[in-house]
Structure formats: C-alpha cells, structure tokens
C-alpha cells in the first residue's frame, strides 16, 4: 500500500485487507513489553490468584465484545477513520481539539512501549535498571534514541507494514512469554513445601498462592481485575480509536480477531509475565518492583529475552505512532500523513527517555480510556441512536457548524461526572459505565436542544444514496472471484512451504526448551541455545511472509 491511507475518504474495496492481518495485528499489537509491567503489577497488587484468573477471564471477554459489537460495525459500514467520522458528526473544531489530546495520549503510551524494549537493550550496554520517572543514565537515553528512530520507520510506513511486521513477530512473541513461565516455574516449585511439581491445577495454584498472587490483604479485588482489562484498550475499542484500522476489515466480524489479543496477548501474556516476575524476583532475591521487563525477561530467556521484550514493544509502539499520526494528522488534510508520522515519532522518542511506565502505566492506561470515551459514546449515540429517536445523523455538518457544542458539552459533562464519582470514592477502574451514560443522556438532550430534530431530507436523501452506492460497489467486488484471493497467502509454491516447515520447526524447538526445563532440565540450557532457534525463525519467519505476499 502506497503512503496515502485514506485518511479522509472512505477505503475503496480493493485496499481492504484479508483476515490474516488482522489476526496478526491485534495477537501482535497485545502481545507488548507492557504486557511484562502489567503481569508483575498483578502479581505486586496482591490479588488473590483465583481473583486474577477469573477477573481477566471475564474482563477481557468484554473487551473482545466492545470491539465486535461496537467498534468494528461502525468502522466497516463508514470505512471511515475515527477523526473523519468524528470530523462529519461534530464538526472540524471539535475535531481539533479531540486530535490534539488523542494525538498526546497516543504519543504518552507509545512512548511507554518504547521504554520497556529500551529496557531490553540497556542490558546489553551494562546499563542499569530504570525504575524512576526520569532516567538516570545518559546511555539509556542513547538506547531509548535508536530503538524509537526504528520504530517511527516501521510506523510510517502505513497499516499494511505494520500488520506484515506483526504478522512474523506475534507467534515468537506468544510463544516466549509461555517459554519463559515454563522455564521460572520449577524455581518457585522447588521453594514451595509439600509441592513436587506440577501435575494439577491445585498444585499450580498453591504455588501461585505462595510466590506469585498472593492474596496478602489488598484493596484491590476481583472487580479491579476484571474491570482494568476491560478498560485498559478502552480507547481502542469503546473510544473507537480502532477504527483507524477496522475500515480495512473486510467484514465486521473481523472485530473479534481483538481474542487473539485478549485471551493470548493479555490473559496469558500477563498470567505468564507475573510468573516470570515472581520466579525472577526469587532467583534475584530482589522485589518485582525493583525489576524492568528486561532484568525478568533475561533471567527467565537469556539473549532471547533480550529480544523478545524489544521486538514486544515494537510491535505495540508501531500501530499506536500510527494511530497518533494519523490524528495529529487530521488537524490538516494538507499534511503528509507519512511527514506528521515521523514528527509524532520523534516526540513519542523524547517520552520514551522517562520510563514512567514502570511506576504509573496502569493508571494512565484507565485514564487515557476515561478521557476519550466520551467521545465514542458521541459517536455511538449519533450513528444508532438518533435514527431510532427521530434525530438526524450528521445534523452539524449539514447544518454548517464549525464546532458541535453539544458533543463538546456532552464530553466535557462527563468527564466532569468522573471527577466527581472518583473524588466520592469510586475507583478509576469503574468509572466507564457511568461516564458513558452521561456522555449519552447528556448528547441527546443537548443536541435535541440545538438542531438535531431538523429532517434536512435533501442532505439525508444524498448521503443515503452515497452509502447504498458505496456499499454495492463493495458488495460486488468482494463477491468476485479474484476478491478472496486479494492479498492471501495462495497455493504458494516449493520455497513458501519450506520456509513454512523451517521458521515452524524453529518454533517448536523453542517450545521444547522450554519444556525441557519445566521437566527438570538446567534453566542454563535454555538461556543459553533459544536464540539460535529464534534467529532461525526470523529469517524463514519472513521469508515465509514475504512469499505468501507475492503468491
């Protein structure tokens, strides 16, 4: 795909892309160096270990439910982005000022992802661990430096090379963090009394009971957990930030690819990271606060954990540069989209030198999704509700306002309910349902208050007509023939199945290291000969890719 990303105009059929990508994108966007801080948080808030399986179990189906319910419907029926659909219901003030705190809240989390895979390469320099707000070593901000100018390249180069990069690093990168669990697990059963190894689920979980969830008396409860990983993408999904890259989906069940994120990207990602960082705190008899996702990914994976934890926030900082470029981007449909994207990048580079992450990424997480969705629920509200209330979509842009006061008003009404609730006592974590209510209520009376129950029949008659014409046409090319093998893998030939076989081998070597030590083999083993598989899968891994692109 060429640089231009539709960025005000609907996708045309023939740029939407097969469900692999999406598959990859979402598996490899949640599967983030993050995805070490969250673990071990989990395990530092003292949750009791039944508590944290069940609250993410629960907290993640909602997620997945958010995007195929809500998110994904809406960006296939407009293939709009988020800023061009917002840009048409409230206008292009509102827009504005919505693009410039998206753009930062985007600039803020990609920057954080930045800072855990420059956790990683510290190692290599003998630089020590960051677990300040601020750095503390003129070398890591050097480190922080290079790991962002590669990020901000893949990032500019569009959707398309975002989910290609996905695509190769997410299988690797699910497979380390259950590598790494595998490989931590004897050392916390070898300190567990009466516990052998592990043969059962009560086995496992008197271990976890002991060294990893431990149920020591926190405030925090079953509803904490399954509420953070509800809210935690709330941007992405209730905010409808995905739209960005759901109007490429062919069909809105693509929205439910958001599973291989959640329940492997999240649930098990972070299952497995507070294992490792339990098992790493031990071995290092330090506490898992004191640790960066690169000393726990290290201890548990040697060189590979080095990479791993890299190549994990690389592949959630990509998408999220992109998604903050193509919002700052909005603020001028005159800029180059690939030119903001580079300046976005280099801002988020500057974040990354503070690793704040490490101390506040849970509550900037939550509260980055408080912010934005009252936006979403503005945008829900206009595009199901009012037809079915006798409102007119789109009312602002036909009636020529600038800027739609009642979204505004209905936003900055929420959030102002939210401050309220929380300085009452109410969690951050729970603030969602009540803030996206009022955002409602508050959207409908207000816009029925300032024009929104005008017919505008002739500008309803013509936009109608638009999208019954756009949505044939998309119709009738994705019933050709040639449609379903648009950007597929295809037969492939003898050199795409033997990259295949190699880069799948290399995985399941991987696997049975990791296995080999959960059954008593030395952990040394393991840190010492995963990267020779790993390497091995990279290059088969994209060869493989690059092969089923051109077949």
């Known amino acids: 795909m060429a640089a231009q990303e539709f960025e005000k105009t609907p996708v045309t059929p023939e740029q939407l892309q097969p469900a692999r990508y999406f598959a990859a994108s979402y598996a490899g966007e949640h599967v983030a160096g993050t995805e070490f801080v969250i673990g071990a948080m989990f395990v ?22 958010t995007w195929g319910l809500v998110c994904a419907p809406i960006a296939t029926d407009t293939r709009l982005t988020l800023y061009a659909y917002l840009e048409k219901i409230a206008g292009p003030g509102t827009i504005r000022l919505y693009s410039v705190v998206n753009g930062v809240l985007f600039c ?80 916390l059963v070898a300190s567990t009394p009466g516990v052998d190894g592990i043969g059962s689920f009560a086995e496992f979980k008197q271990v976890a009971d002991l060294h990893i969830w431990r149920g020591d008396g926190s405030e925090m409860t079953f509803w904490h957990v399954a509420a953070f990983a509800w809210v935690c993408n709330l941007a992405m999904h209730g905010g409808l930030g995905d739209m960005t890259v759901l109007r490429f989906a062919r069909s809105s069940r693509y929205g439910y690819f958001s599973a291989l994120g959640m329940f492997i990207g ?15 705190a031990l071995a290092l008899s330090s506490t898992i606060t004191q640790l960066d996702a690169g000393a726990v990914a290290y201890q548990a994976l040697g060189a590979a954990g080095i990479i791993a934890v890299i190549i994990a926030g690389w592949t959630t900082s990509n998408p999220t540069i992109y998604r903050a470029g193509l919002a700052f981007q909005s603020l001028n449909h005159n800029w180059d989209r690939v030119r903001v994207t580079v300046v976005t990048g280099t801002v988020t580079t500057v974040i990354a030198c503070f690793p704040f992450v490490f101390s506040k990424l849970m509550d900037f997480v939550g509260l980055m999704g408080l912010i934005l969705a009252p936006v979403g629920a503005v945008i829900v509200t206009e595009h199901w509700l009012f037809p079915r209330l006798g409102l007119t979509r789109y009312w602002a842009s036909y009636s020529g306002l600038y800027t739609n006061k009642a979204a505004v008003g209905a936003w900055a009404l929420a959030l102002l ?30 816009a029925r208050s300032m024009g ?23 119709r009738e090319y994705l019933g050709r023939p040639d449609a379903a093998q648009h950007g597929g893998a295809g037969a492939g030939g003898s050199g795409l199945q033997l990259y295949r076989a190699v880069a799948l081998l290399a995985l399941a070597t991987c696997a049975a290291l990791g296995i080999a030590v959960l059954n008593g083999a030395d952990l040394e083993l393991l840190r010492n000969w995963l990267i020779l598989p790993s390497v091995i899968y990279f290059v088969f891994g994209t060869l493989w890719a690059r092969a089923k692109e051109s077949a």
């Open 44 to 65: 530092a808030w003292g949750v009791p270990t039944m508590d944290i399986l069940q609250g993410l179990l629960w907290g993640n189906l909602l997620a997945v439910l």
């Open 108 to 187: 803020v989390l990609a920057g954080a992802m930045i800072t855990v895979s420059a956790s990683a390469v510290r190692i290599l320099f003998d630089i020590p661990a960051q677990v300040n707000w601020y750095p503390t070593s003129a070398g890591f901000v050097l480190v922080a430096a290079a790991v962002g100018a590669v990020v901000v390249t893949i990032a500019a180069l569009g959707f398309r090379r975002v989910a290609q990069f996905a695509e190769v690093c997410a299988p690797w990168m699910i497979l380390m963090f259950i590598v790494g669990a595998l490989a931590l697990l004897p050392s």
């Open 266 to 280: 999240h649930y098990l990602a972070w299952v497995c990271a507070g294992i490792m960082g339990a098992g790493a």
């Open 417 to 446: 309910a939210a401050f309220a609730l929380n300085q009452f006592g109410l969690h951050l974590f729970f603030l969602l349902i009540p803030t996206w209510i009022v955002a409602t209520v508050a959207y409908i009376v207000l």
């Open 452 to 474: 929104a129950r005008a017919a505008f029949a002739e500008e309803t008659r013509r936009e109608d007509e638009e999208r019954a014409r756009r949505q044939a046409v998309e």
